[in-house]
């Protein structure tokens, strides 16, 4: 019975990778007891935009196998590692950037983390926006200072489930930061190699606006799996966007995808929806997937003031569910870019 169901399982296919779990080394478990099986598959992340698909095609394909009456499905999840793991421990480095200030790249570069973490994932955030951190106070923790530990490592801070990195937490408050190129590519380099990060699934970069020096640094230094932009729908801020899109292609990054935020603002009294900026602009960057659109929302401004990310003071809110889909879109789309660079013998 066992070698039937494997048998059939090699007809199911992963929606989003494109091969049969068996193959893909998904299939963890199987277990028979009579004409009772349960199957164990072990998600490439816990993440996984696509567990109610994978659970009906492998519930069905299951059934279909003579003399078996019941399925059930067990979910595991481990995070596969690319084939140069960018640091120690740390599976996957992903860019948060966008082409022009003010667009909302450090919310939806906190609400992501804080998605990715709630569903289970390991994840770090390191705030490489020097010139305007604003990841600690975002978290809450603006007045907490990094300390090393007895090798001489920078401990990130934790708060709402995610290891983190800020300026901020280095440099007195209100104090501008006047540096130089070198000076910020030092940085960068500590933040992520000085760094005691621990095991991480997602290493989750917020990025300065623009095209500049730590965007430079970064793609030099590191093997990253990949950037996201954020944009809002608004031709000026379009043209920025693209602009940072051609550097990351110039530097070899590959796009994981773009997040348009200030989608549309949704009228709580009346229900109205108002398009304020334009809202379907992020499809007209190319030929690179849109994870989601993020409405307007006063809870992601006054959460992110009040230092809890909306995604968990107001889970129920219309954009921390647009952006817990967003994370779990990027989840899935890491997954493919990963998995895509792997020769089959090492997937299993
Ligand atoms: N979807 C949203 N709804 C309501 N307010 C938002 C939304 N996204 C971001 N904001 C607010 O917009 C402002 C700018 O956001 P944020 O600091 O995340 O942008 P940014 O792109 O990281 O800026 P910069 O790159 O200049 O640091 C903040 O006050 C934030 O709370």
Same mark, same amino acid.
């Given at each position: ?10 007809s199911?296919?992963?929606p989003?990778l ?21 199957v ?5 992340t ?15 394909a ?10 059930t499905?067990?979910f ?8 140069t793991?960018p ?5 996957n ?28 994932a ?13 990841v ?6 603006s ?6 530990n ?9 708060a ?9 937490n ?7 930061l006047?540096?130089r ?13 000085d760094?005691?990060?621990g095991?991480l ?18 793609t030099?230094?590191v093997?990253v ?18 602009r940072a899109i ?8 590959p ?9 549309y603002f949704e009228?709580p009294?009346t229900?109205?929806i108002y ?6 602009g $992020? ?9 989601g659109?993020?409405p ?13 990310p ?19 879109n ?13 020769p089959?013998?090492?997937? $299993?």
């Amino acid at each position: 019975m066992r070698e039937a169901v494997l048998e059939v399982l090699r007809s199911v296919n992963d929606p989003e990778l494109h091969r049969d779990l068996v193959s893909l080394g998904m299939i963890e478990r199987i277990d028979v007891a009579g004409s009772d099986i349960t199957v164990k598959v072990n998600l490439t992340t816990p993440a996984c935009p696509l567990k109610a698909t994978i659970e009906r095609d492998v519930r069905e394909a299951v059934m279909s196998v003579t003399g078996v009456e019941s399925v059930t499905v067990e979910f595991g999840a481990q995070v596969r590692m690319p084939s140069t793991p960018p640091m120690p421990g740390v599976k996957n480095v992903l860019l948060i950037g966008s082409g022009k200030g003010g667009v909302g790249k450090s919310s939806v570069a906190v609400n992501i983390a804080c998605a990715l973490a709630q569903s289970g994932a390991s994840v770090g955030l390191m705030d490489a926006d020097v010139y305007g951190p604003s990841v600690a106070h975002m978290l809450g923790k603006s007045s907490a200072k990094l300390t090393g530990n007895a090798e001489r490592k920078m401990m990130p801070l934790e708060a709402h489930g995610i290891r983190f990195i800020s300026m901020a937490n280095l440099s007195p408050a209100g104090q501008a930061l006047v540096w130089r190129g070198p000076m910020l590519h030092s940085a960068i380099q500590q933040f992520l190699k000085d760094a005691a990060w621990g095991e991480l699934d997602y290493l989750i970069v917020d990025l300065p606006p623009g095209t500049g020096d730590v965007q430079l640094s970064l793609t030099q230094s590191v093997q990253v799996t990949g950037a996201v932009i954020v944009t809002t729908p608004q031709d000026v801020a379009l043209i920025d966007a693209a602009r940072a899109i051609d550097m990351f292609r110039k530097a070899n990054v590959p796009i994981l995808g773009i997040i348009e935020n200030m989608s549309y603002f949704e009228a709580p009294d009346t229900g109205h929806i108002y398009d304020l900026f334009g809202r379907g602009g $992020a499809s007209k960057l190319g030929n690179y997937p849109v994870l989601g659109e993020v409405p307007l929302d006063t809870d992601v401004r006054q959460d992110a003031d009040n230092g809890t990310p909306a995604v968990i003071s107001h889970p129920q809110a219309a954009a921390s569910i647009a952006l817990r889909q967003i994370a779990q879109n990027l989840a899935g789309r890491v997954s493919v870019q990963t998995l895509t660079e792997l020769p089959m013998a090492q997937l $299993a």
